[in-house]
């Protein structure tokens, strides 16, 4: 039971143009959402969060879009840039699971310059 | 300020080997988590510690994986037998509390099992 589910394994976009990452989830407890970034060789870094009562979160050049109703949720990457380049994680939480985060499969993005 | 250690990074076995791993957390992290993640998916959590105590074991094979950390600080997660399906990196996290509270990764450790 995939319950967060990243449905592209991989994007490829050019420096400065924008990158989109798409999540889906199915379980309608989740309350918080999370995008983690990970290099090769390394552990998943954080990267940014959204809570339920928001639809829109934004820290520098990464916003995150979450659509409750479609249980969709968005990372948008502008300008990107070649050190953007990693495997991008999906993470939701809810009440009924304490701070256990599930995850999506991971999108590897390529930024080319 | 020292982010989450894990030793060994790689790890070859055979199945039915035993094998550990050890995760030094962040200093003052009270909640401890151990994933496993296999290729091509993302993590899934096996075991959370707060402080010394399990909070949330509940995907824990628990028929050949066990976890400790009996002082509240380190953990040392075990396999015993390995079989080829454990094959996958086992990552470490830490965080200060639990809920909100952010979970800051160490890189890992990659085991295969032959």
């Known amino acids: 039971d995939q319950q967060v589910k990243q449905n592209s394994p991989s994007l490829s976009v050019q420096e400065g143009r924008i990158s989109i990452l798409n999540c889906d989830y199915t379980n309608s407890m989740f309350d918080y959402f999370l995008w983690y970034k990970k290099y090769p060789a390394e552990g998943p870094t954080f990267l940014i969060s959204?809570?339920?009562?928001?639809d829109k979160n934004e820290d520098g050049r990464f916003t995150v879009f979450l659509n409750k109703s479609a249980k969709h949720l968005s990372l948008h990457i502008v300008p990107s840039q070649p050190g953007d380049s990693a495997v991008y994680f999906c993470?939701?939480?809810?009440?009924?699971?304490?701070?256990?985060?599930?995850f999506g499969e991971g999108t590897q993005l390529t930024v080319n310059p | 300020e020292a982010g989450v250690a894990q030793s060994p990074r790689y790890k070859i076995i055979e199945k039915r080997q035993s094998v550990a791993f050890w995760c030094n957390p962040i200093s003052g992290h009270a909640t401890l988590y151990w994933y496993q993640q296999i290729l091509g998916q993302g993590p899934k959590l096996l075991i959370q510690?707060?402080?010394?105590?399990?909070?949330?074991d509940s995907q824990l094979p628990k028929d050949r994986f066990s976890a400790e950390r009996l002082k509240g600080v380190d953990s040392t997660l075990k396999i015993q037998p390995a079989k080829l399906e454990d094959s996958a990196v086992y990552l470490c996290?830490?965080?200060?509390?639990?809920?909100?509270?952010?979970?800051?990764f160490g890189p890992g450790t990659r085991l295969l099992v032959l």
């Open positions: 510690f707060q402080n010394n105590g399990v909070v949330d």
């Open positions: 996290a830490s965080s200060r509390g639990q809920l909100q509270e952010t979970q800051y």
């Open positions: 959204i809570s339920s009562i928001k």
């Open positions: 993470a939701a939480r809810g009440e009924t699971s304490g701070s256990r985060l599930t």
